[in-house]
């Protein structure tokens, strides 16, 4: 059974940073790729990072770019997003998920298992 857990998240203000983890168990974890999602109250979940297998490669929403970095050290089953210079705008329950294939995946039906989500709030 494949389990994806989040942790991290949290209260910050404006500017500041929080780093969310996701530790993945029940599936051979470097063979595939891993992304970030995000929802806000009254939104649809929208993508927010993807990294691919061996980390080699990723790609990040627009909105997201310079601010938020993906990472994954596979040796630990964990994915990483780095969220620096929040903004309120981002705040939202962020996903993890794992993909069905090996390369970068931004779309929603592209990944197979999600964790439980963690909240993230910027206050202003």
């Known amino acids: 059974q494949v389990q994806l857990v989040e942790s991290g998240g949290g209260l910050v203000q404006a500017g500041g940073s929080l780093r969310l983890s996701c530790v993945g168990s029940g599936r051979t974890f470097s063979n595939y790729a891993m992304g970030w999602f995000r929802q806000a109250p009254g939104k649809e979940r929208e993508f927010v990072a993807t990294?691919?297998?061996?980390?080699?490669?990723?790609r990040y929403v627009d909105s997201v770019k310079g601010r938020f970095s993906i990472s994954r050290d596979n040796a630990k089953n964990t994915v990483y997003l780095q969220m620096n210079s929040l903004k309120p705008e981002d705040t939202a329950v962020y996903y993890c998920?794992?993909?069905?294939?090996?390369?970068?995946?931004?779309?929603?039906?592209?990944?197979?298992?999600w964790g439980q989500g963690t909240q993230v709030t910027v206050s202003s």
């Open positions: 990294i691919s297998g061996t980390g080699g490669i990723t």
């Open positions: 998920a794992s993909a069905g294939r090996f390369s970068i995946a931004t779309a929603r039906d592209e990944y197979r298992y």
